[in-house]
């Protein structure tokens, strides 16, 4: 079953119980899966990472309006955390540090770097980030290659 449909069948029960916040987050969401196939240029149905793709991207956008809404608006802020926290049950679970050095580390013996240094950084993230795309928070990735060359 493709994400749209998870994400629908959820909203669906949803609507059921009616729970009007939960369903007007997945509607939000389906519409965003359901744009995003539209725009493909192959018109083929969206393939799991790229549903991964846009609910992180989603998930961020939400967190930003979080962060960016005055502090006497309560309700926007409240709305944020719970769209947030229904995105997160669809959103594919982020590496962790320790995978992200593993990663790092066999990125940098396949390039054949003892000791990176900054002036390496450019060539090891070219072959690092296809590698994490969807799976690790960039910044995360940043960070933690940043540390290693320390």
């Given at each position: 079953?493709?994400r749209?449909d998870?994400v ?5 029960e949803?609507?059921k119980?009616k729970?009007k916040?939960r369903k007007?987050?997945l509607s ?13 240029k192959?018109?083929?149905?969206i393939?799991d ?5 846009v609910?992180?991207?989603?998930l961020r956008?939400t967190?930003?309006t979080f ?11 409240e ?8 995105y997160?049950e ?6 962790g540090v ?6 790092i ?5 396949e390039l054949g770097?003892e ?15 296809p590698k994490v795309?969807?799976?690790?928070d960039g910044k995360v990735?940043?960070e ?6 320390k």
């Open positions: 079953m493709s749209i998870v629908r069948q959820a909203m669906v949803a609507m119980a729970d916040q007007d987050a939000m969401l389906l519409s965003a899966l359901k744009n995003f196939e539209i725009d493909k192959d018109h083929t149905p393939t990472e790229e549903a991964d793709t609910v992180k991207k989603e956008q967190q930003e962060e960016q809404a005055p502090a006497d608006r309560t309700d926007i802020k709305e944020a955390t719970f769209r947030i926290a229904v997160k669809f959103a594919p679970e982020d590496m320790d995978q992200i050095k593993e990663i580390s066999g990125v940098l013996t770097i000791t990176p240094t900054a002036a390496d950084k450019g060539k090891i993230m070219k072959v690092l980030m795309k969807g799976k690790a990735v940043n933690t290659l940043a540390a290693m060359m």
